[in-house]
């Protein structure tokens, strides 16, 4: 085997573009289209500070939700309930901490673990009783909307003022902190990657080229550092009232779950059996794998992931109402991982898609907002963004069959 | 050669209902040996596999390995003994690479943590005690492969968990004529290197080109096992079509 060039890897990745496996290059391409239009467009807002925060808020839940659903469609499965699920889960940590008054300790807790339970029931109907995943999630998602509505008591609107939740997806670290996370985040990466180039070549494995590996640590450090730069600017409005500057929490938030997931997919055997069912279940099940346990164990991930999206909706809005995780949340969230470039085929998807899909998303939904567009142009043009990026899945894989076997 | 077969099967019966399937079939498995299995469609080939993997257990006879008497009641059981069957519908997930699909189900672990190095050393490992060279990568997903490159990468993931028989279910079937040749030359290599190999096939030039034995099926029953020098191209095809053979042609 000849030596590993920077060249060669190129020019690697690029047959892997013509097979049709275009990965997250889309996607990325497709925000930088869109940060350049609306930038253009109106400058002053949308590329404010400000403004920029605001993107890492409002898209919160989506991430979370569409992070959870790529384990699902990994298998080539759905889940439609998601959306209300993390309606239900967000109800049920407001409902705790407000009627009962119970400390944030509890309630955030329970609220996840209604997540996981709703996923563990869901995934035991689709692997035991072979139901298809999109019609018990269907019902799921008739059923929880009535569970949320009931939960409310027929449609009131539960505040909540725990400081702590609020302060989730509404308050901001510290100037220092957030140079520290963002320090902190590129130096583990480059520590990882670094110790695994040094593993492989250590072993006498074919590595990456070292300058490939380089560039990749520059490049996150040439998004994360003025990113963090921009984040601590200060961006109150009226500075004399108050002031606001630093990372919003939720980042390192949706940074850590973002780790752990991809770390659970890439790394852990559970990882490698969820892509090898979405592949080939047969293959799966000849390798010994436990097929029914996969599927269970993906629903009650997505469901856990959604519960977060609702905890932290419920911190940005301070309330909980019958349409938390309604309307189109659930749609933004498939959405964004399928955009992001995971597959609706099954055995194709990172992590790392559903926030990348999110952000595409968001910036869309920010964006055309702020030049006034009403909701109908929006919903239009996300809707054909998505098209677009099913589409783009839908070729690929075409083009993969095409140019394997 | 070994002084008894790896595998060897006596009187095995198999019916389904009221059809009998097969009827007192027998068929020796040789270390290092290619024995091809023949027959025409119907004859009982796909059940005698079966009955061997575990996934139907016959109605009658004995089965032995390595002399002893065993009992194959499921596909563990058969995977226990080191009895692999590869199907013709590849058993391996198109989205994972070849390191990944040969370690399926056996992952290495570290302290958790899936072992990639030690994996991709072992299956490259593999990969060159079969001279297969023909993969570029060992990090590339198998539907980049050609038919025949995921074939052995089947085989070879068949001799890196130590299996001591080998099954290969129609092995060149969907192939061209190199591919075919490059997977018959891991299938010699195979059973030169000590496995017992059963070839089914009903292709004769590969019968021929490969095996040592040749076990001929015929409505369920073993028409003949004899050894690939002994017969013809033509008393092979007379085994499969009439049962017999030697005596049609020739004035007797």
Same mark, same amino acid.
């Given at each position: 085997?000849?030596?590993?060039?920077?060249?060669?890897?190129?020019?690697?990745?690029?047959?892997?573009?013509?097979?049709?496996?275009?990965?997250?290059?889309?996607?990325?391409?497709?925000?930088?289209?869109?940060?350049?239009?609306?930038?253009?467009?109106?400058?002053?807002?949308?590329?404010?500070?400000?403004?920029?925060?605001?993107?890492?808020?409002?898209?919160?839940?989506?991430?979370?939700?569409?992070?959870?659903?790529?384990?699902?469609?990994?298998?080539?499965?759905?889940?439609?309930?998601?959306?209300?699920?993390?309606?239900?889960?967000?109800?049920?940590?407001?409902? =705790? @901490? /407000?009627?009962? *008054?119970?400390?944030?300790? +509890? #309630? !955030?807790?329970?609220?996840?673990? $209604?997540?996981?339970?709703? &996923?563990?029931?869901?995934?035991?109907?689709?692997?035991?009783?072979?139901?298809?995943?999109?019609?018990?999630?269907?019902?799921?998602?008739?059923?929880?909307?009535?569970? =949320? @509505? /009931?939960?409310? *008591?027929?449609?009131?609107? +539960? #505040? !909540?003022?725990?400081?702590?939740? $609020?302060?989730?997806?509404? &308050?901001?670290?510290?100037?220092?902190?957030?140079?520290?996370?963002?320090?902190?985040?590129?130096?583990?990466?480059?520590?990882?990657?670094?110790?695994?180039?040094?593993?492989?070549?250590?072993?006498?494995?074919?590595?990456?080229?070292?300058?490939?590996?380089?560039?990749?640590?520059?490049?996150?450090?040439?998004?994360?550092?003025?990113?963090?730069?921009?984040?601590?600017?200060?961006?109150?409005?009226?500075?004399?009232?108050?002031?606001?500057?630093?990372?919003?929490?939720?980042?390192?938030?949706?940074?850590?779950?973002?780790?752990?997931?991809?770390?659970?997919?890439?790394?852990?055997?559970?990882?490698?059996?969820?892509?090898?069912?979405?592949?080939?279940?047969?293959?799966?099940?000849?390798?010994?794998?436990?097929?029914?346990?996969?599927?269970?164990?993906?629903?009650?991930?997505?469901?856990?992931?959604?519960?977060?999206?609702?905890?932290?909706?419920?911190?940005?809005?301070?309330?909980?109402?019958?349409?938390?995780?309604?309307?189109?949340?659930?749609?933004?969230?498939?959405?964004?991982?399928?955009?992001?470039?995971?597959?609706?085929?099954?055995?194709?998807?990172?992590?790392?898609?559903?926030?990348?899909?999110?952000?595409?998303?968001?910036?869309?939904?920010?964006?055309?907002?702020?030049?006034?567009?009403?909701?109908?142009?929006?919903?239009?043009?996300?809707?054909?963004?998505?098209?677009?990026?099913?589409?783009?899945?839908?070729?690929?894989?075409?083009?993969?069959?095409?140019?394997?076997? | 050669?070994?002084?008894?077969?790896?595998?060897?099967?006596?009187?095995?019966?198999?019916?389904?209902?009221?059809?009998?399937?097969?009827?007192?079939?027998?068929?020796?498995?040789?270390?290092?040996?290619?024995?091809?299995?023949?027959?025409?469609?119907?004859?009982?080939?796909?059940?005698?596999?079966?009955?061997?993997?575990?996934?139907?257990?016959?109605?009658?006879?004995?089965?032995?390995?390595?002399?002893?008497?065993?009992?194959?009641?499921?596909?563990?059981?058969?995977?226990?003994?080191?009895?692999?069957?590869?199907?013709?519908?590849?058993?391996?997930?198109?989205?994972?690479?070849?390191?990944?699909?040969?370690?399926?189900?056996?992952?290495?672990?570290?302290?958790?943590?899936?072992?990639?190095?030690?994996?991709?050393?072992?299956?490259?490992?593999?990969?060159?005690?079969?001279?297969?060279?023909?993969?570029?990568?060992?990090?590339?997903?198998?539907?980049?492969?050609?038919?025949?490159?995921?074939?052995?990468?089947?085989?070879?993931?068949?001799?890196?968990?130590?299996?001591?028989?080998?099954?290969?279910?129609?092995?060149?079937?969907?192939?061209?004529?190199?591919?075919?040749?490059?997977?018959?030359?891991?299938?010699?290599?195979?059973?030169?290197?000590?496995?017992?190999?059963?070839?089914?096939?009903?292709?004769?030039?590969?019968?021929?080109?490969?095996?040592?034995?040749?076990?001929?099926?015929?409505?369920?029953?073993?028409?003949?096992?004899?050894?690939?020098?002994?017969?013809?191209?033509?008393?092979?095809?007379?085994?499969?079509?009439?049962?017999?053979?030697?005596?049609?042609?020739?004035?007797?």
């Amino acid at each position: 085997m000849s030596r590993p060039t920077v060249g060669g890897h190129l020019r690697d990745y690029w047959a892997g573009l013509r097979g049709g496996d275009l990965g997250t290059l889309p996607a990325v391409l497709g925000l930088l289209v869109l940060i350049l239009i609306f930038g253009s467009a109106r400058g002053e807002t949308f590329l404010s500070a400000l403004n920029f925060a605001n993107l890492f808020n409002q898209s919160a839940q989506i991430v979370f939700i569409a992070m959870g659903l790529v384990f699902v469609l990994l298998l080539g499965e759905i889940d439609l309930s998601a959306g209300f699920g993390s309606g239900v889960c967000g109800a049920v940590m407001a409902i =705790l @901490l /407000t009627d009962h *008054g119970l400390p944030w300790t +509890v #309630a !955030i807790p329970a609220a996840m673990c $209604t997540g996981v339970v709703i &996923g563990i029931v869901l995934g035991l109907l689709v692997a035991k009783l072979g139901i298809p995943s999109f019609v018990v999630t269907l019902a799921a998602f008739l059923g929880f909307q009535g569970v =949320l @509505l /009931t939960l409310l *008591g027929g449609g009131r609107n +539960v #505040a !909540i003022n725990d400081e702590f939740v $609020t302060s989730l997806n509404n &308050g901001t670290l510290s100037v220092r902190a957030s140079w520290l996370l963002a320090v902190a985040g590129v130096a583990g990466f480059a520590l990882v990657r670094l110790l695994r180039w040094r593993g492989r070549v250590a072993r006498g494995l074919v590595a990456e080229p070292i300058g490939l590996v380089l560039a990749r640590i520059v490049g996150l450090a040439a998004l994360v550092l003025p990113a963090t730069w921009v984040l601590t600017l200060e961006r109150a409005v009226n500075t004399q009232i108050t002031s606001l500057k630093g990372t919003p929490i939720v980042v390192p938030v949706i940074v850590t779950f973002l780790v752990i997931g991809t770390f659970v997919l890439n790394r852990t055997t559970f990882g490698r059996h969820v892509h090898a069912v979405g592949g080939n279940v047969e293959a799966a099940r000849r390798a010994g794998i436990a097929v029914d346990r996969i599927r269970v164990a993906v629903f009650a991930i997505a469901s856990f992931m959604a519960s977060i999206g609702g905890i932290l909706v419920v911190s940005r809005q301070s309330s909980v109402d019958p349409n938390t995780g309604g309307s189109n949340i659930l749609l933004y969230s498939v959405g964004a991982a399928v955009i992001g470039g995971t597959s609706l085929f099954g055995g194709k998807g990172k992590i790392i898609h559903a926030v990348i899909g999110g952000a595409v998303i968001i910036v869309i939904e920010n964006g055309m907002t702020l030049l006034g567009l009403n909701s109908g142009v929006k919903f239009i043009f996300t809707g054909l963004v998505l098209l677009a990026a099913a589409s783009v899945d839908a070729l690929a894989r075409r083009r993969a069959a095409a140019s394997g076997g | 050669m070994a002084a008894t077969p790896l595998l060897e099967l006596r009187g095995i019966g198999k019916s389904f209902g009221p059809v009998q399937v097969l009827r007192d079939v027998g068929l020796s498995v040789w270390p290092g040996e290619v024995t091809a299995l023949v027959g025409d469609n119907g004859a009982g080939k796909s059940t005698l596999v079966k009955c061997i993997s575990g996934i139907h257990t016959p109605d009658a006879g004995t089965v032995l390995f390595d002399g002893r008497e065993v009992s194959i009641g499921s596909p563990r059981d058969a995977a226990g003994l080191g009895i692999e069957v590869l199907y013709q519908d590849l058993a391996l997930c198109d989205n994972l690479d070849i390191v990944q699909n040969m370690f399926l189900g056996r992952e290495i672990r570290w302290g958790g943590v899936l072992d990639e190095a030690t994996m991709e050393e072992m299956a490259g490992e593999t990969l060159r005690n079969l001279s297969i060279r023909t993969v570029a990568s060992l990090r590339q997903p198998v539907s980049r492969l050609s038919g025949g490159q995921r074939q052995t990468v089947a085989i070879a993931k068949a001799v890196l968990w130590k299996s001591r028989v080998v099954i290969l279910d129609e092995p060149t079937a969907a192939l061209g004529v190199a591919q075919t040749a490059q997977v018959l030359e891991v299938v010699r290599r195979l059973a030169d290197s000590g496995l017992g190999v059963v070839l089914i096939s009903h292709n004769m030039n590969d019968v021929f080109a490969v095996s040592d034995r040749i076990a001929a099926l015929y409505l369920g029953r073993t028409a003949a096992q004899v050894k690939v020098t002994d017969v013809s191209h033509a008393q092979v095809v007379e085994l499969i079509t009439s049962g017999t053979s030697g005596r049609s042609g020739a004035p007797s």
